[in-house]
T-cell receptor, first 112, second 115 residues
């Protein structure tokens, strides 16, 4: 059983479309992070959210932390082929702050 | 380039063998983390060292061990290898210990194939 459930696992869309990736848990997290991973490389941190209800924007990407700090979402507006990659949510549980827990990831393909 | 280096990039070995993966953290980072990424399990935290001492342990098998040396580089030792150990192994580093909000920088990984 995954502590962080990500959905969808795979997403294939056309350039210009919007999309949302969800990250859910039954546990409370002190913070949640979103990473992007390219083939053959390690994950790269995009954003960290720490306060319940927090919203952060990074150009066309909008990240939200749920009010109860159990879930998060990543919304991409007007997706571009350069957004293609593996998106991972990860977080530190309040009950176990020393270990970064990762979701299974969402593979996004944006077709031109 | 994250500043974290890992060697080797690829490793092919046989079941029952032992291998050592090496990681050099970013300059100034005291913490090193090891992760395993496989298709079925995703990215799993294995172990963390901070300034030479073990700080946190995740789903690390007893056949696996790690250490961090005085120069802060780290090695992950995998022994009695099984087919299921085939995976990508990532090292990450951070300035401080593994607590909330402390950004981890990941290396490019070592791809281990056990035949």
């Amino acid at each position: 059983t995954q502590l962080l459930e990500q959905s969808p696992q795979f997403l294939s869309i056309q350039e210009g479309e919007n999309l949302t990736v969800y990250c859910n848990s039954s546990s409370v997290f002190s913070s949640l992070q979103w990473y992007r991973q390219e083939p053959g490389e390690g994950p790269v941190l995009l954003v960290t959210v720490v306060t319940g209800g927090e919203v952060k924007k990074l150009k066309r990407l909008t990240f939200q932390f749920g009010d109860a700090r159990k879930d998060s979402s990543l919304h991409i507006t007007a997706a571009q082929p350069g957004d293609t990659g593996l998106y991972l949510c990860a977080g530190f549980r309040v009950a176990d702050t020393g270990k970064l827990i990762f979701g299974q990831g969402t593979t996004l393909q944006v077709k031109p | 380039d994250s500043g974290v280096t890992q060697t080797p990039k690829h490793l092919i070995t046989a079941t029952g063998q032992r291998v050592t993966l090496r990681c050099s953290p970013r300059s100034g980072d005291l913490s090193v983390y090891w992760y395993q990424q496989s298709l079925d399990q995703g990215l799993q935290f294995l172990i963390q060292y901070y300034n030479g001492e073990e700080r946190a342990k995740g789903n690390i098998l007893e056949r696996f061990s790690a250490q961090q040396f005085p120069d802060l580089h780290s090695e992950l030792n995998l022994s009695s290898l099984e087919l299921g150990d085939s995976a990508l192994y990532f090292c990450a580093s951070s300035v401080r210990g593994g607590t909330s909000g402390n950004e981890q920088f990941f290396g490019p990984g070592t791809r281990l194939t056990v035949l």
